[in-house]
T-cell receptor, first 116, second 116 residues
Framework: DQQVKQNSPSLSVQEGRISILNCDYT??????FLWYKKYPAEGPTFLIS?????DKNEDGRFTVFLNKSAKHLSLHIVPSQPGDSAVYFC???????????????FGPGTRLSVLP | EAGVAQSPRYKIIEKRQSVAFWCNPI?????LYWYQQILGQGPKLLIQ????????DSQLPKDRFSAERLKGVDSTLKIQPAKLEDSAVYLC??????????????FGPGTRLLVL
């Protein structure tokens, strides 16, 4: 049972336009969400995060929106650049609290191609 | 600041053989994670250490996988014996681990394992 879903395996966008990557989750207990970007032959790198107490977080060209009632988040990249071409993973975090344990659950990823 | 180091980068073995991966986290990071990423899927958490103690190993196939983090720094992940379905990228990540919630994980480049 996939707790974090990214239903679009790939997305192509023209340079300069907006890229919108979507992520849905099933567990309403998740309270922190992160986006990671991965280039081939490298490990994922952190991009941006959002706490469940917020509905938007912005960092430069990257904005993450969270809709808790819909259990949906999205990553917007504006404007898109060819260097943004990578696989983007959505991750959800379930706090374990007492033992400071953290259980990250990753989605399957969306491959973004930004065309020049 | 040096990143998360992993070795080897690539490993090819035959089924039923044993293999070990090594991870050196970012200095000062108390929490260390091992993930398995099968082609086309997101990373799946195998085990999480807080210092040298195991916080979560619920998804670790304990009949063949083992991991240790002696002295709370470096970690090794071992598979014995390997099966064909263990072919994947094994990612190590670390985080500061000094507070609850919302921590960024820093990933190593991964070890790509192919079991023939």
């Amino acid at each position: 049972d996939q707790q974090v879903k990214q239903n679009s395996p790939s997305l192509s966008v023209q340079e300069g336009r907006i890229s919108i990557l979507n992520c849905d989750y099933t567990n309403s207990m998740f309270d922190y969400f992160l986006w990671y970007k991965k280039y081939p032959a490298e490990g994922p790198t952190f991009l941006i995060s959002i706490s469940s107490i917020k509905d938007k977080n912005e960092d430069g060209r990257f904005t993450v929106f969270l809709n808790k009632s819909a259990k949906h988040l999205s990553l917007h990249i504006v404007p898109s650049q060819p260097g943004d071409s990578a696989v983007y993973f959505c991750a959800a975090l379930l706090l374990e609290g007492y033992n400071y344990g953290q259980n990250f659950v990753f989605g399957p990823g969306t491959r973004l191609s930004v065309l020049p | 600041e040096a990143g998360v180091a992993q070795s080897p980068r690539y490993k090819i073995i035959e089924k039923r053989q044993s293999v070990a991966f090594w991870c050196n986290p970012i200095s000062g990071h108390a929490t260390l994670y091992w993930y398995q990423q099968i082609l086309g899927q997101g990373p799946k958490l195998l085990i999480q250490f807080q210092n040298n103690g195991v916080v979560d190993d619920s998804q670790l196939p304990k009949d063949r996988f083992s991991a240790e983090r002696l002295k709370g720094v470096d970690s090794t992940l071992k598979i014995q014996p390997a099966k064909l379905e263990d072919s994947a990228v094994y990612l190590c990540a670390s985080s500061l681990g000094n507070r609850v919630g919302g921590e960024t994980q820093y990933f190593g480049p991964g070890t790509r394992l192919l079991v023939l």
